[in-house]
């Protein structure tokens, strides 16, 4: 039976990921580690950014920069305010949809829609990495909350285009296989190796930190998408290849 939803029949085929995820609810002693692991990462990464902001506040204030030198000063200290806001903004989406099972205000979402949502939105952040962006499918609805939905496939479309190269491609895809309404975003950037490719989805997790963070990551948007296609009881592929690209599937239940 489903972990979430015991009334929920399980779908052969959302096995692997159903199965695992009982697993780490039976090892009560795991989970703890995980939520001490997650305060230590917390504090760590909301730490961080505040202790530059604070130390330029102070040389600023001890007069020991050039006034010339003040504006980028403020640069720095905007870019450091913006990423704690980034982080903030992650991890109380991240507690909101642990607390949460799917709402019963679950309504037929059209999964096409969403994706021609997303591909609009990112189309001028693609543009800036000279990535192409594209979509195609047909129109197919699940159960579900558009808007998570919505922040799950920007998500990964978002990552699609910054772990890309100048010229890159991101193709997006709705429709059905097999029945099942699925999702999938297909990229010919930088990929993920077989043992990263597990990893990814933890949270804070991120192959090339500094690469992260200039494209201004947070290690935790795949912890989101994972959390929201588990609540709405849709098993997530990954294919990649370092140098090659990746694809993403996002398949629901029918
Ligand atoms: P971030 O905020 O760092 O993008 P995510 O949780 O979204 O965090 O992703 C975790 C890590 O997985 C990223 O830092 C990146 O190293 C890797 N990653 C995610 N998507 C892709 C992709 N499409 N291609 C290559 N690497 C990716």
Not at 100 to 106: M, N, Q, Y
Not at 201 to 207: D, G, H, K, N, T
């Given at each position: 039976n489903h972990p979430l939803n015991p009334e929920k029949p399980l779908y052969p085929e959302f096995r692997p990921l159903l199965e695992r995820l009982d697993e780490q609810n039976q090892d009560k002693e795991l989970a703890a580690k995980s939520r001490q692991e997650f305060s230590a990462n917390v504090s760590h990464e909301l730490k961080t950014p505040l202790t530059s902001i604070s130390g330029y506040a102070e040389i600023i204030r001890d007069g020991l920069v050039q006034p010339e030198d003040i504006p980028g000063f403020a640069d720095r200290i905007h870019q450091e305010s913006s990423r704690l806001l980034a982080l903030i903004g992650d991890i109380m989406e991240l507690s909101r949809l642990d607390e949460?099972?799917?709402?019963?205000?679950?309504t037929d979402v059209d999964i096409f829609d969403i994706c021609k949502d997303v591909v609009s939105r990112l189309q001028p952040r693609a543009m800036e990495f000279f990535v192409a962006l594209s979509l195609s499918g047909t129109h197919a609805t699940t159960r579900g909350v558009s808007v998570l939905l919505h922040e799950m496939v920007y998500n990964l479309v978002d990552n699609a285009v910054k772990y890309n190269k100048e010229g890159g491609h991101v193709k997006v895809w709705a429709g059905r296989t097999l029945d099942h309404p699925q999702i999938r975003v297909e990229d010919d950037g930088i990929g993920i190796s077989l043992e990263d490719q597990e990893r990814v989805?933890?949270?804070?997790?991120?192959?090339d930190k500094s690469h992260s963070k200039e494209t201004g990551g947070t290690g935790l948007g795949l912890s989101i998408v994972k959390h929201t296609a588990i609540l709405h009881h849709a098993e997530i592929t990954v294919n990649s290849e370092v140098g090659v690209g990746t694809r993403i599937d996002v398949t629901f239940p029918t």
């Open positions: 949460s099972g799917l709402p019963p205000d679950a989805f933890e949270r804070f997790y991120r192959v």
